[in-house]
């Protein structure tokens, strides 16, 4: 029985948690998105807010610098040439303003500052421009004395007085009145530009970012900005356009906007971070999120639960299915197997025995179903009864059990196993009429952790080694023994293969093929015996062994020896030669050349090529099938016939027909254990198609006359079953099929 998993549902529900889990991302990234759009345009219209009355303020404090040194120019003129009340006027004026120093210029542009000194500034911008008329700023910082750098105000003087210009100069770092422009939470802020991007005056915040002399070189240096940018706000400076910018630096992100000042070609830099304002927005939709999540989360663990108490429910009723057996109400194979691994991971050796009831198929007949289902759950108790802590029992198939015990020493495993049988028995002790219960067991000693297949197919080689072998109530095997006996049996085939070749020991049975045309043999399959001191053993028994020792090779060439001898007699004795078959084991197709040594043998003897058939198993085709086909192309080129064997017992039938010309089809013997009208039908195709390819056919393994009459309908050739003979040493064979005494069979090969 299968269990049934609880994962496929969970699979499902997982699934389907993780299709709505990107549902909702999917849903969050697009609200995100929509979110920061929002958030962008509000930054981009807070910021040019910001700069709007940033540069208004300031506009105001520059008019009103320049106002007050106007105020100056009117004072001066009034004071005319007494140089005392210029003095005062001009300190009076530098009290209440942001100027380090007001002076006056003669119409030269020679610059007299009271208490600092006497200066040629007609190089000076502003002041050209005061001269010129034009009340100005300097559009960068300048030197005027002693390497300090600063702004330079200059107004036209009214009147013909000697003042031509009064003159203010402005330290950045006083420009504070000026630049009290941050915002209240100081992360935005704002610094002041000439429009060739020189400081004027740089912001003191800490998010001022941005260092060193030039925004655009700073710009450039220092952050991440896109590709042209920096140039279009070049070139904005220089014609007096306003604008905006993203740049970062070391990955903080800021939104810059820039407008020009009325005076001086300066700019006002607002810069803020874009989520200042919109934080706010932020945390909403992020709360939003963070809500939406917890509720889908929260959903989802209700859904959940829901499911795996309805799996789990699922999951009871299919366990009990999965998990007991219906007929002996313990454990089904399934159980037995989980508990088998766990206590195979639990580690150390443990027995695992599988036992079966000798004659339950007798029983179950005698005494119908119920009953037989009543002795098995008989036998679960017993068992079960007897079993200690931790061992495990459960009822396979039919009237297999599989048990596992705590002992792994042969003696102690055979005394309660004995015991169990005992136990199973004791039912007979008030009959008059006992009916004894054969158990059956093998035993597999499970020392490392195996795969449950493994363990049990052990257990099941040792219980079905002996089986017929014991009238014993109780039959134990070990597979360690089986194994072990098998391995020495080996060892000695080993030993005396050489010496029972050089011997005779292997002989050929021959196997008539009867005619279903004529009743008639006409001809045999050679198949090999070895007559050891041990008794005759049949192939099936060295065989196997030999082909994986290679030494298949020498017997099949010996049995094609002693074949091709007796044919020699035959002909000798002037009997008409019976065409013989014989086996090519598939370990010959390895050497190319294998058939050289049969082409040597028969021309030693001298036998018509036709005579002598090689049969091929199917199974071989199953390997190469351009393999089987050369060789057998090699087979015909030398004059002899080719049959496959087996047919229909590999999986590549059907293809094996099509591509390998081969003479005759050998059908194998499965068809006609029982098989029923399927079989009947497969049998009869085939013969017909064989028919058609020109191939003779042989059924082979033939027991019953019903079966033979069914052969003869459908136009079999040819039947190699015991219904007519069995495979029968060479000497009754002639008897048989030439009559007494016309064979001489002293003149067998020279082994
Ligand atoms: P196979 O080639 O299929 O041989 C036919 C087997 O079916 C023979 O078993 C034969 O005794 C058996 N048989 C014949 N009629 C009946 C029947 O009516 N009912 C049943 N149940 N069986 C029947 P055998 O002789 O024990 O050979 C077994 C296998 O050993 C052969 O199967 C073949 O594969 C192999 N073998 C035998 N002799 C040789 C040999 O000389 N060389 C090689 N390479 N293999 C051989
Ligand atoms: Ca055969
Ligand atoms: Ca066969």
Redesign the pocket.
């Known amino acids: 029985m299968k269990t049934v998993e609880p994962k496929g549902r969970l699979g499902m529900f997982f699934g389907l948690l993780a299709a709505v889990a990107v549902l909702a991302c999917t849903a969050g990234a697009f609200t995100v998105a929509r979110g920061e759009a929002v958030v962008a345009e509000e930054t981009e219209r807070y910021l040019a807010e910001l700069s709007q009355q940033t540069t208004y303020k300031i506009d105001q404090r520059l008019s009103f610098n320049l106002e007050l040194l106007e105020n100056v120019g009117n004072q001066l003129e009034v004071a005319a040439d007494d140089e005392e009340t210029r003095e005062a006027v001009m300190g009076a004026a530098l009290g209440t303003s942001p100027f380090m120093w007001i002076g006056s210029a003669d119409r030269s542009g020679l610059l007299t500052v009271p208490g600092v000194g006497v200066v040629d500034a007609s190089g000076y911008e502003a002041v050209a421009n005061a001269l010129r008329g034009d009340p100005s700023v300097s559009s960068e910082l300048v030197e005027v004395f002693d390497g300090e750098r600063g702004a330079l105000y200059a107004v036209p003087a009214p009147g013909d007085s000697g003042v031509g210009a009064v003159v203010g100069f402005v330290l950045p770092s006083t420009m504070e009145l000026l630049m009290n422009t941050d915002t209240t939470d100081g992360v935005g802020f704002s610094h002041i530009v000439s429009s060739a991007g020189n400081f004027i005056r740089r912001s003191d915040n800490p998010n001022a970012l941005l260092g060193g002399a030039n925004v655009f070189e700073a710009l450039e240096k220092s952050s991440d900005i896109g590709e042209g940018k920096i140039a279009l706000m070049e070139r904005d400076l220089l014609q007096g356009e306003s604008g905006s910018i993203d740049f970062s630096v070391d990955g903080a992100l800021r939104a810059l906007n820039y407008r020009p000042l009325a005076e001086g070609g300066w700019y006002v830099l607002s810069i803020v971070p874009p989520d200042t304002y919109t934080s706010l927005l932020n945390d909403f939709i992020r709360t939003a999120l963070g809500a939406t999540a917890l509720l889908s989360v929260v959903l989802f663990g209700l859904f959940g639960a829901y499911l795996l108490w309805i799996t789990g429910r699922n999951n009871r009723e299919l366990s009990r299915i999965a998990f007991v057996d219906p007929v002996t109400e313990g454990h089904t194979e399934a159980r037995f197997d989980q508990l088998v691994r766990e206590r195979m991971e639990r580690g150390g050796a443990f027995s695992l025995v599988a036992l079966d009831i000798g004659n339950f198929r007798l029983l179950n007949d005698r005494f119908g179903k119920a009953d037989g289902d009543r002795f098995l759950r008989h036998v679960h108790k017993t068992v079960g009864s007897l079993l200690r802590d931790g061992e495990e029992l459960s009822r396979i198939s039919a009237d297999v059990f599989n048990v596992t015990l705590e002992d792994t020493d042969a003696l102690a495993v055979r005394s309660r196993l004995r015991a169990i049988a005992d136990a199973v028995n004791a039912f007979n002790e008030d009959s008059d009429t006992p009916y004894l219960v054969k158990v059956n067991c093998g035993v597999y000693v499970v020392g490392e952790p195996v795969d449950m297949v493994v363990a049990r197919d052990r257990a099941n080689t040792a219980r079905k080694s002996g089986e017929a072998q014991s009238d014993r109530l109780c039959r134990v095997s070990l597979f360690s023994d089986v194994e072990h006996e098998r391995l020495l049996r080996e060892k000695e085939m080993e030993n005396s293969m050489e010496r029972a070749l050089a011997e005779g020991e292997f002989i050929?049975?021959l196997?008539p093929k009867i005619s279903l045309e004529t009743g008639e043999t006409v001809g045999a399959?050679?198949?090999?015996?070895w007559e050891s001191e041990r008794g005759l053993v049949?192939?099936?028994d060295f065989?196997p062994f030999f082909?994986r020792n290679g030494f298949?090779i020498k017997?099949?060439l010996c049995?094609f020896e002693q074949v091709c001898a007796r044919m020699r007699a035959w002909m000798d004795a002037g009997l008409k030669p019976l065409p013989v078959s014989?086996?090519?084991?598939p370990v010959h197709l390895r050497r190319p050349d294998f058939l050289l040594a049969f082409e040597e043998v028969r021309r030693r003897y001298d036998v018509p090529a036709e005579l002598l058939e090689f049969?091929l198993?199917e199974r071989v085709a199953f390997e190469s099938l351009e393999l089987l086909r050369s060789v057998v192309d090699d087979i015909h080129a030398r004059g002899f016939h080719c049959a496959m064997?087996?047919f229909g017992s590999g999986y590549s039938s059907l293809n094996v027909l099509r591509e390998i010309p081969v003479d005759v089809l050998?059908i194998d013997?499965q068809f006609f254990g029982g098989g029923g009208d399927r079989a009947e039908h497969v049998v009869e195709s085939v013969v017909d198609l064989a028919k058609k390819l020109d191939m003779g056919t042989v059924a082979?393994?033939?027991?019953t006359i019903p079966q033979v009459e069914f052969l003869r309908r459908v136009d079999c050739d040819m039947v190699?079953?015991?219904?007519f003979s069995?495979?029968m040493p060479v000497e009754l064979f002639e008897k048989i099929v030439f009559g007494a005494g016309r064979v001489d069979g002293s003149e067998g090969p020279a082994a």
């Open positions: 050929v049975y196997q399959e050679a198949l090999v015996r049949p192939p099936d065989i082909e298949v017997i099949d049995v014989v086996n090519l084991s049969e198993t064997d087996d050998k013997r082979e393994g033939v027991e190699q079953g015991y219904v069995a495979p």
